[in-house]
């Protein structure tokens, strides 16, 4: 069975500051993967996935990620953060279907954003 | 488009009751799934469900149950309800390419 771990539980870092949340999973094969943030109070929302091809991923809000194979992560990353960025972060593993989509996802247990002024 | 609606978006109950959340999915969107958020244990996957169909399912009692309809709204019902079902309940609805969008979910406490 496929597995998520996100080892960082908070992260602080002041607006404009860069931002690097860790994500590493766990699966025989390649898996789709996905990071999807939340605010209180709400839903989740995708901010990008990775299915095949290109390693390096651009999603919404200015967010990016990396697959490495070799390291089993699909850390997720920001150049400059703003204050609007303070939520939880989750990433998650989906195992692909013969269809193209994936299987129900398993999620990690979230990175809690907290932006300084 | 609207998005995933669920409703109602709070509840109190207390133990030993039954409990019925909903979900309608966007429209176009086939198939259901519903995962439990707590703070201890995160996020779980429940079941999903496909064209009125069962597709998957997570490692919960058989208090936990579900059901789609013909319009693709969803429905799950935990019955004899314990202290530790408190939690916030997501719908998802997927489309074809299976990225998930939540709903607000529902935020259920037990008393």
């Known amino acids: 069975a496929q597995s998520v771990t996100q080892p960082d539980i908070h992260i602080t870092v002041s607006e404009g500051a860069s931002l690097e949340l860790r994500c590493n999973y766990s699966?025989?094969?390649?898996?789709?993967l996905f990071w999807y943030v939340q605010s209180p109070g709400q839903g989740l929302q995708l901010l990008l996935k990775y299915f095949s091809g290109d390693t390096l991923v651009q999603g919404i809000k200015g967010f990016e990620a990396e697959f490495k194979r070799s390291q089993s992560s699909f850390n997720l990353r920001k150049p400059s953060v703003h204050w609007s960025d303070a939520a939880e972060y989750f990433c998650a593993v989906g195992v692909p279907r013969s269809s193209g989509s994936a299987r129900q996802l398993t999620f990690g247990s979230g990175t809690q954003l907290t932006v300084l002024p | 488009k609207a998005g995933v609606t669920q409703t109602p978006r709070y509840l109190i109950k207390t133990r030993g009751q039954q409990v019925t959340l909903s979900c309608s999915p966007i429209s176009g969107h086939r198939s259901v799934s519903w995962y439990q958020q707590t703070p201890g244990q995160g996020l779980q996957f429940l079941f999903e469900y496909f064209s009125e169909t069962q597709r998957n399912k997570g490692n919960f009692p058989g208090r936990f149950s579900g059901r789609q309809f013909s319009n693709s709204r969803s429905e799950m019902n935990v019955s004899t309800l314990e202290l530790g079902d408190s939690a916030l309940y997501l719908c998802?609805?997927?489309?074809?390419?299976?990225?998930?969008?939540f709903g607000e979910g529902s935020r259920l406490t037990v008393l």
């Open positions: 998802a609805s997927r489309d074809d390419t299976g990225e998930l969008f």
């Open positions: 699966y025989g094969a390649t898996p789709y």
